[in-house]
């Protein structure tokens, strides 16, 4: 009989590289989904299989499923703007079913989808929110969280239809091998250049990649089909990160925190100019202002209970985030960087 392989899509990526790096250590055989327009050379050191595919090609994921016992689906199309925002839907929401409907044609025996803590409800009385606060498609703020909200639901749909799937919501993470950087990855390295003059008063769940990437495994062996975990580590507010980074570095660099109505209307003007008249990407993204209007505070208790995860202290992650972007990142390479993979997301 054939040795069964696990099968990986967003590899490529910073929680779906420390994934893959999760399994090989475990002994899994490894398959990974790339399209032919790929940027491979950051997964052929791995030493896994690549399956050429799309999300938005079923035909080409019913080839790649075959013969796999596991599949983990951590690719997302991640962009807080873009010029044409249904791809980002054809993306995360088509290409989530797409790639279970080949699950069950396969056979599957588990399925692994990553979600976003951005489909999480928050409470208004400002205690951490869980799986079990309310939440509706209206409480998404842009494209992209309404289609991870929208594919969490297409997951839920064919784990009520018999799939064995269980779903994961990480939440900001922090560590080595950001290498688009993310959000949070961007004030690690603007505040290494020096570059972090202001803040906006707002708080989120910080947690280390690599107890994400744990955690996924965990889901794997003991999360219940059709539930929901956060895998999530401590809350901090920016101030507090900012803080932090500070002691990490052994240096000072001042700044002041901006009102959030001034930062929205910042954004809403910037946006204005280069999303809509010059068709261009905006140097502030308007989502990510109206999400920093409230502290995004988290509780993993979950996840803790069910699955046993018991994440490391974050400043552990932002010390080697720092280092990470220190010692790896090379700055003038940053938007040659940035272009190539935002056109290799998948």
Not at 17 to 38: K, P, Y
Not at 42 to 55: H, P, Q, Y
Not at 286 to 311: C, D, F, H, Q, T
């Amino acid at each position: 009989m054939a040795e069964e392989f696990t099968f990986v899509t967003g590899a490529t990526g910073f929680i779906g590289s420390h994934v893959v790096r999760q399994l090989l250590r475990r002994g899994d055989r490894i398959r990974i989904l790339a399209r032919n327009s790929s940027r491979k050379s950051n997964i052929e050191s791995f030493g896994c299989e690549i399956a050429i595919g799309d999300l938005k090609d079923l035909n080409s994921l019913l080839r790649c499923v075959q013969g796999c016992r596991f599949v983990y689906h951590v690719a997302a199309d991640y962009r807080l703007w873009a010029k044409n925002p249904q791809d980002i839907y054809d993306n995360n929401v088509g290409g989530t079913r797409n790639l279970l409907s080949a699950c069950c044609e396969a056979a599957v025996e588990k399925v692994i989808y990553t979600s976003s803590v951005g489909t999480i409800g928050m409470r208004k009385d400002g205690l951490p929110a869980d799986e079990d606060t309310p939440v509706k498609l209206d409480d998404m703020i842009g494209h992209y969280k309404r289609s991870k909200f929208m594919a969490e639901q297409v997951a839920r749909e064919f784990a009520s239809s018999g799939l064995p799937v269980t779903i994961v919501n990480p939440t900001t993470p922090v560590g080595t091998g950001d290498l688009k950087p993310t959000p949070t990855g961007k004030i690690i390295l603007e505040s290494i250049k020096g570059h972090m003059p202001g803040y906006v008063e707002t708080g989120l769940n910080l947690v280390g990649v690599e107890d994400v990437a744990r955690g996924h495994l965990l889901a794997e062996a003991k999360g219940r089909i059709g539930e929901r975990y956060i895998l999530g580590g401590e809350n901090w507010t920016l101030e507090e990160i900012l803080d932090a980074l500070i002691r990490i570095q052994g240096k000072h660099t001042p700044r002041f925190r901006i009102p959030w109505t001034l930062a929205l209307v910042a954004g809403c003007l910037e946006n204005f100019l280069m999303g809509t008249l010059l068709r261009r990407e905006p140097f502030i993204p308007l989502e990510g202002v109206r999400m920093a209007r409230y502290k995004m505070y988290i509780s993993s208790e979950k996840a803790r209970r069910e699955l046993g995860y018991n994440p490391e202290p974050v400043e552990k992650a932002l010390r080697e985030a720092v280092e990470y972007f220190r010692n790896e990142w090379q700055p003038d390479s940053l938007q040659d960087r940035v272009s190539n993979l935002r056109a290799n997301t998948i």
